[in-house]
């Protein structure tokens, strides 16, 4: 081939798979902002609206029962994704007296119909359909039933590839259930790819084991191109390329575009100058250099490592006779790798064994540095990550034999949730999942909660498992697991959408007791509430407060007020006067009504506030602004506050406490400007060692501390050092900081625009299904019940021991069934359970 048109074509393929990948990002970006696009007919224009050849999907109720509305919502959630496969989605509303075959019958209401033109492709349960994963990869599995080839059996598949040799490649795919989100990538590439290769599918677990693939993982989706083209002879098997990564549309068609890549490409120039679609995908680029009295023998060399290293590496052919090398005569072998600015590296390598070796140690050598440095910064960061993705299932693996004592924690159920509600003057329940790891982690700073609130008045702790009473956590809009709501009595509600620690949660509890704003009725209880006499309820409170002031004339802001002590109401301690001699405290404080004064815990001062902006939301904005320090020191759990404040950081990363005098200078600084354009604060690497990575990031590696560094994360992301030989004063400060507003300093470095991800990859819910989740041992007292009631939790917990027996009966007769890929009934159900609560993490 020759090298322009190698170009030519890498340059198109570049072309074609960013344009792909915008197409995608648009298309997801609009499945966020999902529009109620969902059509509802009566039966009469459903089916005049058909048109031929056009598949829609629909389902036919009177009225929908509340059984049906999460089925209805997923289906809802759907719309977008199958109309860009050109399937409609309707939602037929039957009349009272239809007794036509669609809306006659009662089980016909729990179907979903899949039509092209007016015929009848395939019903599905509603129960098949549990999620947008399931519903688009079941409707495309119908739509496709002819393309894509199911097969159950070796002799089955190996009959489709005879017929594909010297025609035709196969792609192969196994998915441990239908309905999932390898499913669905599957259906979507063989929707788009279905022309150019054969699908086929197959969800039996013996039949990979037939394969001879070694012993095969199971538990997890898996697929092979087949490459059965080159295959001339019926005797001849198709060789298999197995695809490594996750089993996700992207990285199959990532897979498909590096299978459908020339096995060897031949370079005719500049070897620096080659691009292929290997190395646009990140993957290196190996050369066998070459000359012309060795050309057939160093081709059959090149193909042989091209199939050894196909989806892991390119292989070209260098001709030393075109291309004048500058290189040592004996060298045979080149490697070029994706990263930019790097090298060719030229090599004397002795046989192909090598080269592949190049390859595969070369990455597993780099990802073996990588760990090592990692686990170095580990240890000096106190942070285990390295040893499981999740930190959460690891710590509830470990203390699964663990006794909770949850005699401080009342367990409702469904008979005993609303007459519950009614026993304390605030009931605080969590509702969690005994499958779910967060969930027992969570309920281990439940307990350490109940146990310091151990004696409050009017408070009264207790827990939901959602997993046994699903009716109840449904009634309650419970969305996600964990969820914690303060009920007041016959009142209102609170959720909780703080931090899981047990202070952060204590704290809440106790201050939602409290009335927000609390209004008082004397100056002199204003006067007090500023000097930090607080509520009884709130005597172990030590933070700062805000009391506002208003006028008779300020109704407006007063009521805005009120709606914003609502929003933070048991976050913050607010209070409001507003009686005839409120000009008298505000002119004390020099402000004029409506005004804010805050009373700060550390120093005992109060600094008046004018309420320049009315809403409710600038107000909260404003509090919230406010009760920030003026020289924080930044933390995991505050620095998302400070960044929303969309400023430069002005931060001193110090290992322990900074010094007095530079304590003493940051802090004049700080206070100097106090509208000032950007945070003033501090870092200290043993309380938060994740410090550590970001100085890291910045530096390259740790420099000597304390380091005082200027860092515009929200505009070019440049990091600036402060000079070492110049001592941290305000002044010198002032002085650096007007050289860089004049453009006089240099950036150490320039933070990339990319979003920051986590380190490590989001564990997989999926690969687990079939492992036992570790839950804790729980010791539950019910002394405030009569002894009825307390046999009930104990039922409950032998009905969910039961059901879990009857779940794992259903699995044993799956796996010994001989199509379970067929019966979407025995596989999706149990799938719909799971998946559903998973996603909702």
């Known amino acids: 081939m020759p090298v322009t048109d ?50 829609s999907l629909a389902y036919f109720s009177h009225n929908v029962p509340p059984s049906a509305q999460p089925f209805l919502e997923q289906i809802e959630n759907s719309v977008e994704a199958l109309q860009d496969y050109g399937i409609s989605v309707v939602k037929v509303n039957c009349p009272k007296e239809d007794v036509s075959r669609y809306c006659g019958k009662e089980n016909a209401l729990r179907k979903a119909y899949l039509f092209r033109g007016n015929i009848l492709i395939r019903e599905f349960p509603t129960d098949a359909l549990f999620d947008v994963n399931s519903i688009v990869a079941n409707v495309l599995f119908a739509l496709l039933f002819n393309e894509v080839k199911y097969v159950e059996t070796l002799a089955d598949l190996q009959n489709i590839e005879n017929s594909l040799k010297g025609r035709s490649n196969m ?78 549309m992207l990285n199959i068609h990532r897979h498909l575009k590096l299978m459908g890549a020339p096995l060897v490409t031949e370079v005719a120039e500049d070897p620096e100058k080659v691009s292929t679609v290997h190395l646009q995908l990140g993957l290196p680029l190996v050369f066998i250099l070459s000359q012309k009295e060795t050309y057939e023998a160093d081709r059959r060399t090149a193909e042989f490592v091209a199939w050894q290293l196909l989806g ?12 004048d090398l500058n290189v040592l005569l004996q060298s045979n072998v080149a490697l070029k790798t994706p990263d930019e600015g790097v090298p060719i590296k030229y090599l004397v390598l002795e046989d192909t064994d090598e080269v592949i070796t190049l390859v595969k140690d070369k990455s597993k050598f780099e990802q073996i540095q990588e760990d090592e440095d990692e686990e170095d910064e580990d240890e000096k960061e106190n942070d285990n990550q390295d040893i499981q993705d999740d930190q959460v299932v690891e710590a509830v693996s470990r203390d699964r034999k663990r006794e909770l004592p949850l005699e401080q924690i009342l367990t409702l159920t469904e008979e005993t949730f609303h007459s519950a509600m009614l026993e304390a003057a605030r009931m605080v329940v969590l509702f969690y999942a005994s499958w779910e790891a967060v969930s ?24 939901v498992n959602c997993w046994d009473w699903p009716g109840v956590c449904t009634k309650e809009n419970i969305t996600q697991f964990p969820t914690i709501k303060i009920y007041e009595k016959g009142g209102r509600s609170l959720t909780y959408n703080g931090m899981l620690g047990t202070e952060e949660l204590a704290s809440f509890i106790i201050l939602s007791q409290v009335s927000c704003p609390l209004k008082l009725a004397t100056i002199d209880e204003a006067e007090g509430y500023l000097r930090g006499e607080l509520p009884s309820e709130l005597s172990s409170y030590h933070h700062s407060s ?40 505000s002119h004390k404080y020099a402000v004029s009504p409506p005004a804010l004064l805050l009373a700060r815990s550390r120093d005992q001062s109060v600094e008046g506030i004018p309420l320049s902006k009315q809403s409710a939301q600038d107000i909260v904005q404003l509090i919230r602004y406010e009760l920030l320090d003026v020289f924080p020191e930044i933390t995991v759990q505050n620095l998302p506050h400070y960044l929303q404040l969309r400023k ?17 200078e940051m802090l004049k600084l700080a206070k100097g400007r106090p509208q000032q354009a950007f945070v003033t604060c501090w870092l200290n690497l043993k309380n938060t060692p994740v410090g550590y990575g970001v100085l890291k990031a910045y530096f390259a590696t740790v420099p000597s501390l304390p380091v005082l560094v200027w860092v515009n994360l929200h505009t070019g992301g440049q990091v600036f050092k402060f000079p070492p030989d110049q001592s941290v ?60 009631e307390q046999q009930q939790p104990e039922s409950s917990e032998e009905k969910a021991t039961v059901r879990e027996e009857q779940l794992e009966e259903s699995r044993v007769e799956a796996e010994k069934g001989q199509t379970p890929g067929r019966d979407l009934r025995g596989t999706a159900p149990r799938l719909a359970g799971r998946e559903k609560r998973h996603s909702e993490l």
């Open 729 to 788: 004063t305000e002044m010198n400060i002032l002085s650096w900081l007007e050289k860089l507003k004049a453009g006089l300093e240099i950036p150490i470095s320039t933070l990339s625009e990319e979003d920051w991800k986590p380190p490590l990859p989001a564990y997989n819910f999926l690969q687990m299904m079939e492992t036992t989740v570790p839950e804790f041992t729980l010791h539950t007292s019910y002394s405030r019940r009569d002894t009825q």
């Open 648 to 664: 430069p950081l002005l931060i001193m990363f110090s290992d322990g406490d900074i010094g007095q005098m530079e304590s003493k």
């Open 6 to 55: 190698t170009t030519v074509s890498a340059q198109m393929d570049r072309w074609i798979c960013s344009f792909s990948f915008l197409l995608f990002c648009a298309a997801s970006l609009l499945m966020l902002g999902n529009a109620n696009l969902l059509q509802e007919l009566d039966p009469q224009e459903y089916f005049s609206s058909l048109q031929a050849g056009r598949a």
């Open 440 to 463: 027992l982690a969570v309920l281990r700073s439940y307990v350490e909660v109940a146990s310091h609130l151990k004696g409050t008045q009017g408070v009264l702790l207790s827990q």
């Open 546 to 585: 805000v009391l506002g002031v208003f006028s008779k004339a300020t109704s407006v802001a007063r009521e805005a007020f009120v709606e914003a002590g609502n929003i933070l109401s048991g976050h913050v301690t607010l209070g409001m006067y507003f009686e005839d001699d409120s000009l008298a405290l």
């Open 171 to 248: 792609v192969f795919a196994y998915v441990p259930a239908t309905g999932t989100a390898e499913h669905r990538a599957v259906m979507e590439a063989a929707f788009v790819y279905g022309t150019a290769h054969q699908f086929v599918l197959t969800t039996e677990a013996t039949l990979m084991k037939d394969t001879g693939n070694g012993e095969p993982d199971v538990s997890s989706a898996q697929l092979f191109f087949c490459h059965c083209q080159q295959a001339m002879d019926l005797a001849q098997p198709c060789r298999r390329t197995p695809m490594e990564q996750a089993l996700t």
């Open 312 to 323: 892991k590496a390119g292989v070209a052919l260098l001709s030393r006779d075109v291309v």
